[in-house]
C-alpha cells in the first residue's frame, strides 16, 4: 500500500524557517517525481514545489528562493525547507506522488504550517 | 503565467447530472487531471489524461476536453459526491490548478 506521511509543521515567527518532511512507503520515492501542494485555510490547492528522478527541482515564482526541495533515498523520504516565512505561507503542507504522465495519484495527508508572532 | 478557470459553486439535485467546466487558452492540447477533495480530507485523483479514471473511481464520474474546456460530469449525483473539485494541468515544467468548484448536492 502507498502511503505519505508528511510531519514538521508547527507554529513558526515571520522570517522564520522550518523544514518538513514526507516519509513514504508501499513504493521507492526515488522512482517517481514528488511535489509539494499547500492549501491555506478555505482556499483552494497551490503548487509550491517539484522534484523530478533525474534530481531537478521545480518551484512556482511565489516560493522561489525561500523554498528547497530535497530527497533522501536511504530514508525513502522526501523534504521542504522553507527560509522567509511570511504570513501567506501558513497552510496545510501535502506531499504528493505522480506517476510518468505527471498525474497526482497519491497524497499525504498534510502538514499544517502556521506563521504567525 | 498560464491558468485554469472554474465556478465557484456548482448545485445538483440528488439523481441528477452534475457539470463542472475548467478553461484555459487551448486547454485541449493539454491532458487535464480532476482531483475531489472531501471536507476535511486529502484529495484523491478522480479522471486523470481528460477522461481516464482510477481503479476505484465509479463510471457515474466522466471527464472530455476540448477547446478552451475541460469538463468533468457526474452522473445520477449522490450525496456522497458533495465535495470540491479541481482541476489540474502542467504548463512549462510547472503545475496548475484551477481555483476549485464546490459541488452542492441539494
Known amino acids: 500500500e502507498v502511503r505519505l506521511v508528511e510531519s514538521g509543521g508547527g507554529l513558526v515567527q515571520p522570517g522564520g524557517s522550518l523544514r518538513l518532511s514526507c516519509a513514504a512507503s508501499?513504493?521507492?520515492?526515488?522512482?517517481?517525481?514528488m511535489h509539494w501542494v499547500r492549501q491555506r485555510k478555505g482556499k483552494g490547492l497551490e503548487w509550491v514545489s517539484s522534484?523530478?528522478?533525474?534530481?531537478?527541482?521545480h518551484y512556482p515564482g511565489s516560493v522561489k528562493g525561500r523554498f528547497t526541495i530535497s530527497r533522501e533515498n536511504a530514508q525513502n523520504s522526501l523534504f521542504l525547507q522553507m527560509n522567509s516565512l511570511r504570513a501567506g505561507d501558513s497552510a496545510v503542507y501535502y506531499c504528493?506522488?505522480?506517476?510518468?504522465?505527471?498525474?497526482?495519484?497519491?497524497w499525504g495527508q498534510g502538514t499544517l504550517v502556521t506563521v504567525s508572532s | 503565467s498560464y491558468e485554469l478557470t472554474q465556478p465557484p459553486s456548482v448545485s445538483v439535485s440528488p439523481g441528477q447530472t452534475a457539470t463542472i467546466a475548467c478553461s484555459g487558452d487551448?486547454?485541449?492540447?493539454?491532458?487535464v487531471s480532476w482531483y475531489q477533495q472531501k471536507a476535511g480530507q486529502s484529495p484523491v485523483l478522480v479522471i486523470f489524461?481528460?477522461?481516464k479514471r482510477p481503479s476505484g473511481i465509479p463510471d457515474r464520474l466522466s471527464g472530455s476536453n476540448s477547446g478552451d474546456t475541460a469538463t468533468l460530469t457526474i452522473s445520477g449525483t449522490q450525496n456522497m459526491d458533495e465535495a470540491d473539485y479541481y482541476c489540474?494541468?502542467?504548463?512549462?515544467?510547472?503545475?496548475?490548478f484551477g481555483g476549485g468548484t464546490k459541488l452542492t448536492v441539494l
Open positions: 508501499g513504493f521507492s520515492l526515488s522512482a517517481y517525481d
Open positions: 489524461q481528460d477522461k
Open positions: 489540474q494541468a502542467w504548463d512549462s515544467g510547472n503545475v496548475v
Open positions: 487551448n486547454l485541449g492540447e493539454r491532458y
Open positions: 504528493v506522488r505522480s506517476s510518468n504522465n505527471g498525474v497526482f495519484d497519491s
Open positions: 522534484f523530478g528522478t533525474t534530481g531537478d527541482s
